[in-house]
């Protein structure tokens, strides 16, 4: 009788794990989608209660929906404004850099302060740049069309995830807190050090990204970019998403710069946003989202570059969170309280 019980539960066991690996695999499309749900769940969640509270749990559909289609608007409100403006640029140094030779300009340039062989050799290697980038900015264009109806789907998943995660998140919360194999106080240390963390790395990229707007608007006028407002305008914006970043809109401005015959102030415009852009990535952001997240710089830098290789753009936010959890085991299996933890 004990035998065939314990086969039962091994039998069951076993199913379970099949499950769960093929409802991971099943779902492994969406992963970000879910993820970026949950976290834009987290970030409304607060504004949903109120509305909530005001309305006397009646309308927990409506709010829900509300504020899922305000933020559908304000993301479609904001692409609408960026989409054209990134297209026609990427088009229009794409076909600058096909009609005009950079390098007479570069080496009008150089020959005016260096020797001609190393006026010569640097016009060269500035066109493969130039040819490499243009190939680059095109591919990625190309690539963002095609790959356009998969992103509708994955943002319909997402915001069709977040609406039941915003009507129904105290009841998901308390469900996964149930099923988690730990202590109460376990529990808890989870959920509040994913909460931190989501809201640290959220609010962390906003001030990064006006930091790095700022500072760029700084080049943009002082080394008499074209329209330096909207330059600036659309970097603050991208540098806001760690997924583009404002290299977009730096890189095409100071060759096309160079490619109209103002070299250095071309070249002045590159080197002082690549160097910007080096310092607020490699100091600035995990200093300030170490302050915003209460984690160590090191753990930070650590987490969203390992984040970014492993799971993408979502692992920005999840890249800490895994490190964090782990640092959290270290700590009770350092003081002897490992077994204190189920």
Not at 128 to 147: G, H, P
Not at 293 to 316: D, W
Request: proline share 4%.
């Amino acid at each position: 009788m004990a035998e065939q019980t314990t086969t039962r539960k091994a039998f069951a066991i076993s199913l379970i794990i099949i499950l769960l690996v093929l409802a991971f695999f099943l779902i492994k499309p969406y992963i970000s989608a879910i993820i970026f749900a949950i976290v834009f769940a987290y970030i409304f969640n607060p504004f949903f209660n109120l509305l909530d509270d005001k309305t006397k749990h009646k309308h927990k559909n409506g709010i829900s929906l509300a504020i899922c289609l305000i933020i559908i608007i304000v993301i479609l409100a904001i692409s609408f404004f960026l989409a054209p403006i990134i297209v026609k640029e990427s088009f229009s140094f794409y076909q600058n850099t096909q009609k005009i030779d950079l390098g007479e300009p570069v080496r009008q340039f150089v020959l005016t302060t260096f020797k001609q062989d190393i006026g010569r050799d640097l016009s060269m290697s500035l066109n493969q740049i130039v040819t490499r980038a243009t190939l680059f900015l095109m591919n990625s264009v190309s690539k963002f069309i095609e790959d356009a109806p998969t992103m509708l789907l994955q943002i319909f998943v997402m915001f069709f995830v977040m609406f039941f995660f915003l009507r129904d998140g105290k009841e998901i919360s308390s469900k996964l807190k149930d099923i988690m194999p730990f202590r109460e106080e376990i529990r808890d240390k989870f959920f509040t050090r994913f909460k931190e963390i989501v809201k640290g790395v959220v609010w962390g990229y906003i001030i990064l990204g006006l930091i790095q707007g700022i500072s760029m608007a700084i080049g943009f006028y002082a080394f008499g970019a074209p329209q330096p407002l909207l330059l600036s305008v659309v970097s603050t914006l991208l540098a806001i998403l760690p997924i583009l970043g404002s290299g977009l809109v730096w890189v095409p401005a100071g060759i096309i710069m160079m490619i109209s015959g103002n070299v250095a102030g071309g070249l002045g415009l590159l080197i002082y946003c690549a160097l910007v852009s080096a310092v607020i990535i490699y100091t600035l952001t995990p200093l300030i989202l170490s302050k915003q997240t209460k984690l160590s710089p090191l753990t930070i830098l650590l987490g969203m570059l390992g984040g970014l290789s492993v799971f993408g753009a979502v692992g920005i936010i999840l890249g800490p969170i895994i490190l964090d959890y782990l640092l959290l085991f270290i700590d009770y299996y350092r003081t002897g309280r490992l077994a204190e933890i189920t």
